[in-house]
């Protein structure tokens, strides 16, 4: 085996498009958060200059070492989810339920940031609750994914039994998931943030999928305001919401990640039924090779499933 075959650099020039078109989209979304965001920011430190200035000259007892000082204590009420208003204190974070609600968003690698563990034992345990966590939660939804999608499967057989229309019934029962899933994920919990959180509809949304996408930024987070009183079953309905949000979205963005291949496996055979005169045999290409072998490895299919062709069928996640 010479190093062409060892390296696969017939598929380098493939891997180097991609990762060029994958450096220009971010560019690009740095750009346009540039334009969006940079101005804004600017004005919003003029504003926060002006509001220091305001406040020593109104407090005029109150020199820098004094307003640092009290930045500081404002900090560390907000890091341990202290209300500084009014003559009242709160639970903190670390109730049973936001506790809980964190363990959710550490195996899940959502981390908004708002709340961490600040004791040595606790940072060793969250090492070791993460390390073993993580894989767990991607067992989990990945068998509740391939449930979901069961279900889906098999309502869209009954159709096709009684209607005899297979493409249509497909497409059908995948718009209706798709819409069913952004209501019952989205929409619902939309109402829901905006009337206990005192958000608008758009940061709700954008919330939302923020959350279930596990980007987690942290600007925005549900069950986190001191100074509101939150439901006992708020937590609870937050932590379902998430792990169920999760499996449904992560079914979705596989869905949309099979639709793309297989356009892309569409072009590609025009492609080659148009101009393709270098007279090499299809089971000789790297990247149909490639391509076959991540088509079985996808998703982390046990072997046993592999060899059972209509079990395997019903049950991976990117199958149409």
């Known amino acids: 085996m010479g190093i062409k075959e060892i390296f696969n650099l017939a598929r380098v020039p493939s891997i180097l498009?991609?990762?060029?078109?994958?450096?220009?989209?971010?560019?690009?979304g740095g750009v346009v958060f540039w334009k969006l965001e940079g101005e804004l920011g600017e004005k919003d430190i003029s504003a926060l200059l002006m509001n220091k200035k305001k406040l020593l000259t109104t407090y005029p007892c109150l020199n820098q070492q004094g307003l640092e000082t009290v930045a500081q204590v404002v900090q560390d009420a907000s890091?341990?989810?202290?209300?500084?208003?009014?003559n009242?204190?709160?639970?903190?974070?670390?109730?049973?339920?936001?506790s809980a609600v964190f363990a959710a968003t550490v195996v899940t690698t959502i981390g908004y940031g708002n709340m961490s563990p600040s004791s040595t034992a606790g940072q060793i345990f969250c090492v070791f609750f993460a390390l073993f966590g993580i894989p767990l939660n991607m067992v989990v939804l990945n068998r509740v994914g391939k449930y979901m999608l069961a279900i889906e499967?098999?309502?869209?057989?009954?159709l096709e039994e009684k209607t005899g229309r297979r493409r249509c019934m497909r497409f059908f029962v995948h718009l209706v998931s798709y819409l069913c899933g952004s209501v019952l994920f989205f929409v619902v919990p939309m109402i829901v943030f905006q009337q206990h959180e005192g958000w608008t509809?758009?940061?709700?949304?954008y919330y939302c999928f923020i959350t279930l996408s596990t980007i987690g930024f942290g600007d925005f987070v549900a069950d986190n305001n001191p100074d509101k009183k939150y439901p006992d079953w708020y937590s609870v309905l937050m932590a379902m919401w998430i792990f169920f949000g999760l499996a449904w979205l992560a079914l979705v963005i596989n869905h949309s990640i099979d639709i793309l291949e297989r356009l892309n496996a569409h072009f590609k055979e025009r492609r080659q039924k148009q101009g393709d005169n270098s007279g090499s045999p299809e089971g000789s290409n790297p990247d149909t090779q490639m391509e076959e072998e991540d088509e079985i490895k996808k998703f982390h299919i046990q072997p046993s499933l592999i060899s059972s062709g209509m079990n395997q069928q019903n049950l991976n996640i990117t199958d149409q």
């Open 88 to 98: 009242y204190t709160t639970d903190g974070f670390w109730k049973f339920t936001s």
């Open 201 to 205: 509809h758009a940061q709700a949304i």
């Open 79 to 86: 890091k341990v989810g202290l209300s500084l208003k009014g």
């Open 17 to 28: 498009m991609l990762g060029v078109v994958y450096v220009i989209y971010v560019l690009i």
């Open 153 to 158: 499967r098999n309502i869209s057989v009954f």
